[in-house]
T-cell receptor, first 116, second 112 residues
Framework: DTGVSQNPRHKITKRGQNVTFRCDPI?????LYWYRQTLGQGPEFLTY????????KSRLLSDRFSAERPKGSFSTLEIQRTEQGDSAMYLC??????????????FGPGTRLTVT | QKEVEQNSGPLSVPEGAIASLNCTYS??????FFWYRQYSGKSPELIMS????GDKEDGRFTAQLNKASQYVSLLIRDSQPSDSATYLC????????????FGTGTRLLVSP
């Protein structure tokens, strides 16, 4: 059973550039989440998909951020016109919608973004 | 007021001792609670989930939940140096939303 995978693992970009991250959830998981974590803080929720539908978006998710999950499998998170404040670890998690474990979220290794 | 609060630590315990990590939350209607372990530079790893008042044991880990006091704790018995990490408390609030709200984590140091 492979876990959640994320690519790339590291990304260095210059301010103003666009970046895109990919997340592949655990294969049978229909729920997918994006979080952002900065040093010394816990993960902060960004957005949530159930299958291909984006059902929740945080107010943290500015217009520069967009996420998709076109076929209910992998997801992408794009940040346009990156700013230095976007530097963080971007974490993807997935969960299975079942009675016994519907809220247990499993994280991928994360993508560390550095904006210079 | 932060929604999920944890003491940032570090909490230092000797090898073999019991480490006790605590978390309080503000949403009285919260139903689902999780402990994650995060090693430096790595992503969070789910170690315990608890949904009902009382204790839940899994190996050396025991999660304790007291909804009346809005308090959840994690006990680690026979602490090992490899347990040294940041422990994150996460809560799913009773809002109908699926997101988890995390505390800032408690750093645990287990000395040999």
């Amino acid at each position: 059973d492979t876990g959640v995978s994320q690519n790339p693992r590291h990304k260095i970009t210059k301010r103003g550039q666009n970046v895109t991250f990919r997340c592949d959830p655990i294969s049978e998981h229909n729920r997918l989440y994006w979080y952002r974590q900065t040093l010394g803080q816990g993960p902060e929720f960004l957005t949530y998909f159930q299958n291909e539908a984006q059902l929740e978006k945080s107010r943290l998710l500015s217009d520069r951020f967009s996420a998709e999950r076109p076929k209910g499998s992998f997801s992408t998170l794009e940040i346009q016109r990156t700013e230095q404040g976007d530097s963080a670890m971007y974490l993807c998690a997935s969960s299975l919608n079942s009675r016994s474990s519907s809220y247990e979220q499993y994280f991928g290794p994360g993508t560390r973004l550095t904006v210079t | 007021q932060k929604e999920v609060e944890q003491n940032s630590g570090p909490l230092s315990v000797p090898e073999g001792a019991i480490a006790s990590l605590n978390c309080t939350y503000s949403d009285r209607g919260s139903q689902s609670f999780f402990w994650y372990r995060q090693y430096s530079g790595k992503s969070p790893e789910l170690i315990m989930s608890i949904y009902s008042n009382g204790d839940k044991e899994d190996g050396r880990f025991t999660a304790q939940l007291n909804k009346a006091s809005q308090y959840v704790s994690l006990l680690i018995r026979d602490s090992q140096p490899s347990d040294s990490a940041t422990y994150l408390c996460a809560v799913k609030e009773n809002t109908g939303f699926q997101k988890l709200v995390f505390g800032t984590g408690t750093r645990l140091l287990v000395s040999p």
